[in-house]
């Protein structure tokens, strides 16, 4: 490939925007949505033949805010101080003001704008002014028949149907299967963003962004050199898609961006289907209140042992999708392996009979494979193993029979007394793993997107590593985020649509480089 990384004035372009965005689903969309409306020219560009990235799979619950003030101390208490005041600050603000946003767009296609009550995953200072804005429905509109290729919450598809609706109103340009190879900037000294190399169905194309590049590309969840870089633990799997490779925290670096919160990602625990390509995570339970475990009244039916058959963690923690992975991490220095991955779930036939156990989401064409309801499928295809005692369980998954009968007439005791006093599961959540057959699934830590990358200022500037900001080049999204320590249930979310106006804004703002 033709470096064309060059100074002003040696570069040939094919074309010329005022703003590109690299990257389409939540906070690409948005972004490009909002340079538009401030009188920019825009083009919208995803390496993928189906735009949405993660967000399209979401529960589509996006964190809001009464008040502003409130949700800046609650940020601040979460992010440990590991994220500056002014970018929790921005991100306060925007929270604040998403339910009117959202009704805004929903002009476009009348969905029915949704607010609903649920305060913040950990009881710090602010918790409480937080809830949630949801499309609970949009006219005409099926998610499983419009989206086919994407499995998840119908909510997450009706946001991103409505961001779809506004990009498409605007008559924004936009180019699919287009990865962006690289950044064109000078070389001058100033790394002045110009544009990008952007390898099209049709060719490579070198386009000129007069104003700003906005990176709105996601995290690095399919990229297994990253991972192993910055996480200790692995193997960590992917779930969902495998678009998230990386590209744009890679661009940044070349530019000299410091980075972030890279051993941060939002994950859980799940199974490893050997014909299907992504993770497939837990069922999810409702969230709970740390001082509050009355409220948590939903039975889960698993614990969670190790190799050995020993139960090390509490299989329910507050927020389950975000902090679950973590026990796993245990690393054994005189042996120098991880004897908590993989771990197995150990269930009954009531747990079977109750619910799914695991829970599928992509947005992918190519993979086709559902859970099915009774778990029975999964046992046929010996993705779950079955036996008629814990002993002979214990055997088929290599494990020590007294061990785990061990572990679970401990477990069961527990569940006598309805007070988990090893790992502190809430009672409501507890139930007994007694009647057989039983079952034991293989699982693994899941990633559902990481938090890591280009740090960025509250202008959503992406910073160097001398903390100046690299010129006409944004961040908006995951990619970047600005949870650097607890994370919050639809955070992300609404991350996603506050960066992205933020960053929309201030690209178009600028005055032309030409």
């Known amino acids: ?39 920019a020219k825009v083009l919208l560009v995803d390496k993928m033949a189906n735009p949405g990235g993660i967000s399209v799979c979401s529960y589509g ?52 704008v949704s607010p609903r009550e649920k305060v913040a995953n950990y009881p710090f200072e602010g918790y409480d002014t937080f809830y949630q804005t949801l499309i609970e429905e949009i006219p005409n509109f099926n998610p499983d028949t419009y989206y086919p290729h994407v ?58 962004a007069k104003k700003a590049v906005i990176l709105a590309c996601g995290g690095f969840e399919a990229n297994e050199e990253m991972k192993s870089q910055y996480w200790q633990m692995k193997p960590v799997l992917a779930a969902t898609t495998n678009s998230n490779t990386g590209d744009g925290i890679r661009m940044a670096q070349e530019l000299g961006a410091r980075l972030w919160h890279m051993w941060h990602y939002h994950g859980s625990y799940g199974f490893d289907h050997p014909e299907y390509p992504y993770a497939i995570r837990m069922k999810r339970l409702p969230d709970w209140i740390p001082g509050r475990e009355a409220t948590a009244v939903v039975q889960m ?28 991490e245990y690393f054994d220095t005189v042996t120098q392996e991880f004897p908590r991955i993989p771990s197995y779930v150990i269930f009954d036939e009531v747990g079977r009979r109750r ?11 190519e993979a086709h494979y559902d859970w099915s309801q009774d778990n029975m499928q999964e046992v046929e295809s010996g993705l779950i193993k079955k036996a008629e005692s814990i002993a002979d369980l214990a ?80 961040a908006a999204g995951e990619m970047g985020s600005a949870w650097g320590h607890l994370y919050m249930s639809g955070g992300n979310l609404a991350e996603c649509l506050v960066t992205g106006q933020i960053a929309g804004k201030h690209a178009a703002a600028l005055d032309s480089w030409v």
Not at 2 to 19: H, I, K, L, P
Not at 22 to 36: L, T
Not at 74 to 87: D, I, Q
Not at 307 to 326: A, L, W
Request: proline residues 7%; charged residues 25%.
């Open 1 to 39: 490939m033709v470096d064309r990384s060059d100074t002003e004035g040696s570069v040939s372009f094919d074309a010329e925007y005022d703003v590109i965005v690299v990257g389409y689903g939540y906070s690409g969309g948005i972004a490009a949505i909002e340079a538009f409306d401030a009188g």
């Open 61 to 112: 619950a996006m964190r809001s805010a009464h008040n502003a003030d409130q949700a800046f101390k609650y940020l601040e208490a979460t992010n440990g101080g590991r994220t500056p005041s002014s970018v929790n600050r921005a991100l306060a603000d925007g929270m604040a003001k998403i339910e009117p946003y959202m009704r805004k767009l929903a002009e476009a296609n009348g969905a029915i």
């Open 151 to 208: 499995r998840g919450a119908p909510g997450g598809a009706r946001v991103f149907k409505t961001l779809e609706d506004n990009v498409a109103k605007r008559n924004i340009d936009i180019w699919l299967e287009s990865p962006v190879q690289k950044l064109v900037y000078k070389t001058d000294g100033t790394r002045e963003v110009q544009g990008g190399i952007i390898q099209t169905k049709g060719g490579i194309r070198t386009v000129k």
């Open 301 to 328: 039916t698993w614990i969670v042992v190790d190799k050995f058959g020993e139960r090390y963690m509490n299989e329910n923690p507050p927020y389950t999708q975000d902090t679950s992975h973590r026990p796993m």
């Open 355 to 365: 619910y799914r156990v695991g829970a599928p989401t992509r947005n992918d064409p």
């Open 395 to 474: 055997k088929i998954i290599d494990m020590d029979p007294e061990k785990l009968e061990a572990t679970l007439t401990r477990w069961n005791e527990l569940c006598a007394t309805k007070n988990d006093v090893d790992f502190g599961r809430p009672p409501g959540t507890m139930m007994k793993i007694q009647r057989p057959p039983f079952y034991a699934g293989r699982v693994w830590p899941v990633v559902s997107n990481t938090q890591g990358g280009p740090e960025h200022d509250s202008q959503q500037r992406i910073i160097d590593v001398e903390d100046n900001p690299i010129p006409r080049l944004f």
